[in-house]
């Protein structure tokens, strides 16, 4: 059975930012703009190779193959807004990229916050066209993959749809289950997209209400932190446009 709306009045707040600016990694405190595989700079740290994905995700910092920073921030954040956009490179920022043709933004909290449990949440407005495939997601800091819980997958092509998803290994072989979930033109409208995760339940909401529900899996009692992106491309999203 379908639970009622969340109650807020039962959390108790444990990380959040209001972006009314942005604070990136330091080395000793803010969002991480990378995955951190191979280490920062590397091909692997700044792109899912095996999603086919079309961007690097970089900050002001990024380098690629070049000697220098490329000087390219796709973060801006004032009044509560964190704004994420991505750009076609020019050809000279592609020979510095291994060839990649656009740059955008991925934030996580890998060095900053992680919790076993709790509810995790975002609000956010999605690009226009075709192409573009923003998420909110979990990873656990033990490195491990599986598990990963998504909270909100969007594909732009259809701008009327999130997908809740879960990626496990408990019971022995990797499994992905996903469902789709019809909302009002995330294009044109701000939604909050939540997952509340304990021991024994994961459920997913689109502002407060709940769409989805599963067992928690085995391998999904550990500490994860969170991650925001917005990818271009690749074999779910298609081209852009």
């Given amino acids: 059975d379908f639970q009622l709306p969340l109650n807020y009045g039962s959390l108790t707040k444990t990380f959040g930012d209001e972006f009314n600016s942005i604070q990136l990694w330091n080395g000793s405190t803010g969002w991480r703009?990378?995955?951190g595989y191979g280490g920062y700079g590397t091909k692997t740290a700044h792109t899912l190779v095996q999603n086919s994905?079309?961007?690097l995700y970089v900050?002001?910092?990024?380098?690629?193959?070049?000697?220098?920073p490329l000087g390219i921030n796709p973060f801006s954040a004032a009044d509560?807004?964190?704004?994420?956009?991505a750009r076609r490179n020019t050809a000279a920022q592609e020979a510095a990229m291994?060839?990649?043709?656009?740059?955008?933004?991925?934030?996580?909290?890998?060095?900053?916050h992680s919790q076993q449990y709790g509810y995790?949440?975002?609000?956010?407005?999605?690009?226009?066209g075709?192409?573009?495939w923003p998420a909110f997601w979990l990873l656990p800091t033990n490195g491990a993959w599986p598990p990963e819980l998504d909270v909100m997958e969007i594909v732009t092509r259809d701008p009327v749809q999130t997908h809740a998803t879960m990626h496990s290994s408990a019971t022995g072989s990797r499994v992905t289950t996903t469902s789709g979930?019809?909302?009002?033109?995330?294009?044109?409208?701000?939604?909050?997209?939540g997952v509340k995760w304990t021991a024994t339940d994961i459920v997913w909401y689109v502002d407060g209400v709940e769409i989805e529900r599963a067992a928690t899996p085995k391998d999904m009692h550990t500490p994860m932190y969170m991650l925001i992106n917005l990818a271009i491309g690749g074999g779910w999203a298609g081209a852009p446009n």
Wanted: net charge negative; hydrophobic share 30%; aromatic share 16%.
């Fill in 33 to 35: 703009p990378d995955f």
């Fill in 53 to 55: 994905e079309l961007q």
């Fill in 59 to 68: 900050d002001p910092n990024f380098k690629g193959t070049s000697s220098q």
């Fill in 80 to 85: 509560g807004v964190l704004t994420i956009t």
């Fill in 98 to 112: 291994w060839g990649y043709d656009y740059t955008s933004g991925l934030l996580t909290s890998k060095n900053m």
């Fill in 120 to 128: 995790f949440e975002i609000k956010a407005i999605m690009p226009k």
């Fill in 130 to 132: 075709a192409g573009f």
């Fill in 181 to 193: 979930h019809y909302v009002s033109d995330v294009t044109e409208n701000w939604h909050t997209y």
